[in-house]
């Protein structure tokens, strides 16, 4: 049966260690559970055949067991009125019926033993579907948690890169103000020296002779009043 099967596997299996190694546990887990929901109600059904054909051979065998008892009742009630053929009837009776009571007991021994087996498929399932609920909300919280550090390194990096272009443009002023600065000082170099005599006597070729201009107003108001 494949449901058996699949239990099999899953009592001898170890669930917390299918999760650890999983490449995706949040996705695992919720398939996983859709699984197991979707199997326990085949092993409901299931197990619940076994226990019914479990109470058939039981009564199978309760009842064999009460014919027997009553055989050899009515073998001794037939001795008692001394018809022994009567007797001798009942126990071979009997003999037939201790030997279908022990091929009962062995049915009934394996739906037992089915039953059993059934029951702690059923609860070893349940267990299991009981551990993924409570972990579930804990690996889909640490799933976000992962998701959001991820996205805050991409940030960080995206940060890390704009520091970078931010410090290269800062170097690259830098080079620009020195390259300036060596130009103006090489013109400054370039230069042809001034002469301190020449800047002197232009000061004074420049300037206004006060008396000569004195002397000029003087000749002029002379010729008007003649």
């Known amino acids: 049966m494949g449901v058996l099967r699949r239990f099999k596997d899953i009592m001898s299996s170890n669930i917390n260690a299918l999760l650890d ?8 887990i919720d398939q996983y559970m859709r699984d197991a929901r979707r199997d326990l109600g085949k092993v409901k059904a299931e197990t619940a055949s076994i226990m ?19 055989m050899q009742k009515y073998a001794l009630k037939a001795l008692n009125a001394e018809n022994e053929g009567d007797a001798r009837t009942f126990l ?11 091929e009962l007991q062995q049915a009934y021994d394996l739906a037992s033993a089915n039953t059993d087996q059934m029951r702690q ?26 998701k959001t550090k991820q996205k805050m390194n991409e940030m960080t ?9 931010v410090s290269s443009f800062e170097r690259m002023e830098e080079k620009v103000n020195r390259a300036l600065d060596e130009a103006n000082a090489m ?18 070729e420049s300037s206004v002779n006060v008396d000569d201009e004195l002397a000029a107003l003087r000749e002029q108001l002379k010729q008007r009043q003649d």
Not at 92 to 102: G, H, N, P, T, Y
Not at 196 to 202: M, N, Q, V, Y
């Open 21 to 28: 190694k999983a490449e995706n546990p949040e996705k695992m």
């Open 52 to 70: 019914a054909e479990e109470q058939r051979a039981k009564r199978a065998l309760n009842e064999c067991t009460s014919d027997i008892e009553k």
């Open 92 to 102: 071979e009776r009997k003999a037939a019926l201790v030997a279908k009571q022990s």
């Open 121 to 146: 498929m059923h609860d070893k399932l349940v267990e299991d579907i009981s551990k993924l609920e409570a972990r579930r909300s804990m690996i889909k919280g640490k799933a976000a948690v992962a």
């Open 157 to 165: 990096s995206s940060v890390n890169n704009a520091s970078y272009s």
């Open 187 to 204: 013109e400054e170099l370039n230069r042809k020296p001034g002469d301190d005599i020449e800047d002197l006597t232009a000061k004074y």
